[in-house]
């Protein structure tokens, strides 16, 4: 049994087909062993770890009981829902017409973007967000198509390959367009982030919308009052406490990241 590390790993599992020969056994016996490979060299004591795969911090609790504190796989999901409830609200706002916006939402189905509609069990997130890529190709792709003017989709929209994790292929007419984009991606962002302190306000209705010059100040109080929480867990040790707030932690800190990230895009 060898632990996990995501950060620095010394040694990597694989396997090896041998041939087992036996007492009475002329041909021998062809099967698969598993084998231990350093991947560098290892000091006389050090532990061999092993890295599990790129697993984010709450796949590692679930799956194994633990969490690694700078997992760099750590990762942030977005539903496809809230994503098509923002975007096709917007589209209401400004005007589109309702079978253009039905347009743009069979078209990134088909595509695969969006999921289908299921309403016998809970989708999975569809979007991920990871430290490496914050806002996924597929995410900016579907903002995209919603916010891309109906005369633009009239000419355009018929052609378009739209696949996931490709680039649009066409550009959007007007800086409007591009900053409407990164205004709905802020948006998603701060719903989603609201879910973390949405229980503490006793039934207030939380406004996520109104913060518009700087980052969620409720998420970043949720956030100093995770980080005291899990100081007190450490110290009463508290493992299974620590690990979910070591979790919450991880994932607000990613979602205020790309709310400043956002910010500064829309404030140049």
Known sequence: MFNHSA?????????DQTLH???????????HSFVVQAD????????VVLCYGPLS??????????VEPQNPHDMVGISGRLV???????????????????QKRVALRNAGVLPSESRCQKAPPRFLLSKQELVPPALLLAVQVYVMPPT?????????NLRCGEDLGVELSG???????????LRMVRVRTSRYYRAR?????????RHRKGPDPLAVRELARAKAALAEAQRVKDGVLEAVLSVRIQELRMLLELQLQLLSELQQ
Not at 21 to 31: A, E, M, P, Q, T
Not at 175 to 185: E, P
């Open 152 to 160: 633009q989709w009239a000419e355009a929209g018929p052609t378009l």
């Open 201 to 209: 306000q006793r039934g207030v209705p939380v406004r996520v919308s």
């Open 175 to 185: 800086d409007d367009s591009v900053r409407a984009t990164y205004k709905l991606l």
């Open 84 to 102: 098509r409830r923002v975007c096709e609200r917007w589209c209401r706002l400004h005007d589109q017409s309702r079978r253009c916006v039905r």
């Open 7 to 15: 950060t620095d790993p010394s040694a990597h599992l694989d396997t």
């Open 57 to 66: 911090n709450s796949t590692l609790f679930v799956e194994y009981g633990f």
């Open 21 to 31: 020969r036996s007492g009475g056994v002329s041909g021998g016996l062809n099967f």
């Open 40 to 47: 560098r060299d290892v000091s006389p004591g050090e532990e």
